[in-house]
């Protein structure tokens, strides 16, 4: 009841003023007043509730606080987000240039015209619009008469069967000099002659199985040498032979010597090399760097 007299007497006297003091405990002395009516006191609590309010939204806003937070997306989290979808965009337009460039590359090779994407809007943007038709220019158009005409340059040049060699395996040096001869099957030079400064070791161009192995008046020592794919060397004008028929050798492997006065007549002190592929001469110049 007292609790409710109370509550009708704070009501009814809203706007009357009541005197709120301070006393000191020990002697019951006033050492501070102020006349305040309730209204008053609600409308103070009220504004206070307001600026607390209004400071602590600010700070929220205008600072990092929320980043020491756990839970609650801050500033760093919001640039993140914004950095993620950029990437996520710039991903997608890269993509879709790689489709329209794995299309083109499909259009080339079934031999049609390939097509231009236009974009449209700004960097970020990845719509694309109908395909234009990209018209062949001229020196595109030189170019595939080359490729697919009978110039050097032509797609079904039946020389390449002799790169296969090149691509297909590393030849070694054979010996170290100066080619003095080249390769000229017209003048029966079936292969490359080399001048020599004194003795020198001569190596196995590649691995492979010893045919044969002699020696003739006009021709010094030979060596001839059996390897994969076909493929044959012939070493003449050697001072001496290290390895008899049927003998494995190695890519790099000693097989013989040169030397001066020892080469035989006809190779006029050159040591003579040749490479043979399926029982034609090649250039050895065109394989191995002398």
């Known amino acids: 009841m007292k609790s409710n007299r109370n509550l009708i007497y704070f009501l009814r006297n809203l706007r009357e003023k009541h005197r709120l003091s301070l006393r000191n405990e020990h002697n019951d002395s006033e050492v501070w007043y102020m006349h305040i009516s309730p209204i008053e006191i609600i409308g103070g609590s009220v504004a206070i509730v307001l600026i607390l309010f209004i400071i602590i939204l600010t700070t929220v806003a205008y600072t990092s606080i929320l980043d020491l937070i756990p839970g609650y997306p801050g500033n760093r989290s919001r640039e993140m987000l914004i950095q993620n979808i950029m ?7 890269q993509l879709n ?11 080339i090779m079934e031999g049609k015209t390939p097509v231009l994407a236009n974009q449209q809007g700004g960097s970020d943007s990845v719509r694309i619009t109908k395909p234009e038709l990209v018209y062949p220019s001229a020196a595109d158009s030189a170019l595939r008469r080359q490729m697919e005409g009978d110039g050097i340059y032509r797609l079904n040049d039946p020389v390449s069967t002799r790169r296969d060699i090149r691509s297909g395996m590393e030849l070694f040096t054979p010996v170290r000099g100066v080619v003095a001869e080249h390769f000229n099957p017209k003048e029966n030079r079936f292969g490359v002659g080399i001048a020599t400064a004194g003795s020198q070791q001569i190596l196995a161009v590649e691995g492979g199985t010893v045919t044969l192995s002699t020696w003739s008046p006009d021709d010094g020592y030979i060596i001839q040498i059996q390897h994969p794919n076909n493929l044959i060397s012939i070493y003449k004008h050697s001072s001496d032979a290290l390895k008899t028929v049927g003998s494995r050798v190695k890519a790099g492997e000693v097989i013989g010597y040169t030397g001066e006065g020892l080469s035989g007549e006809g190779g006029k002190g050159l040591f003579d090399f040749e490479l ?7 250039d050895p110049e065109t394989y191995i760097v002398f």
């Open 87 to 93: 990437r996520l965009d710039s991903m997608e337009q």
């Open 97 to 107: 240039n790689m489709q329209v460039y794995s299309e083109n590359i499909a259009l």
């Open 276 to 282: 043979w592929q399926n029982g034609s001469p090649v």
